[in-house]
């Protein structure tokens, strides 16, 4: 099997190879037909039928992607890549290098372009979780989109073909869900993230802090200033310290408005 003028690996179908060669690992699983990737140091692109699986690989094998299921691998210190999946009859692939520049999502291709390191994952029709300049924070991800903010220059995320935040020179400026403005500008640093038609949980000075019990969010302001939060129906405030402030248990939502302390 020729591709790119270099001999390749052929790999049966619904059969996992992990071929090696020259030092450069590159592998492919392919279902129904066998396809190829090309082992020139750079993995450029795959193609798979039925339900294919992807690699993940910046210089050694890592593990494979399910179709519509992406996953994040950490190596060398910099997260690497997936998102490849089907629309229809079509494919959609990601060219993907030592730092990966473009992501394309969602049934219209979309992208962003990072500045040497990639700074977002992005699932199939919904956003599942987010890397930051190789260091992951965490995920929710129950079937419908969260919001992740981490420290650092904050682009863009796509949900569901819609953007939900608006970054500007590395700071939190506006987050949206379900198309409507829910929070915040903040000062400095990213201060808040607000989920879709609730708040989810809360994001002071690039250290995430959330709780998230029944139904009924809880947050905990850890560190800095604190501006504003927007609270749903029954939920409570924690202070810094960890200590119950007061509650909050009418039918529209309160601000809370903090000078140092709740």
Known sequence: ????????????????????????????????????????????????????????????????????????????????????????????????????????????????????HPRFVIGSGHRRFLIESGHPRFLIASGHPRFVITSGLLRFVLVSGHPRFVIASGLLRFVLASGHPRILIASGHPKFVIGSGHPRFLNVFGHPRFLITSGHPRFLITSGQPTFLIVSVNSRFLNMSGHPMFPIASGHPRFLIASGHP
């Open 1 to 116: 099997l020729i591709a790119f003028g270099y001999p390749k690996f052929l790999i049966a179908s619904g059969h996992p190879r992990f071929p090696i060669a020259s030092g450069h690992p590159r592998f492919l699983i392919a279902s129904g037909h066998p396809r190829f990737v090309n082992g020139s140091g750079h993995l450029r692109f795959l193609i798979a039928s039925g339900h294919p699986r992807f690699p993940i690989a910046s210089g050694h094998p890592r593990f494979l992607i399910a179709s519509g299921h992406p996953r994040f691998v950490i190596g060398s210190g910099h997260p690497r890549f997936v998102i490849v999946f089907l629309i229809g009859s079509g494919h959609r692939f990601l060219i993907a290098s030592a730092h990966p520049m473009f992501l394309i999502v969602s049934v219209y291709p979309r992208s962003f372009i990072t500045s040497g």
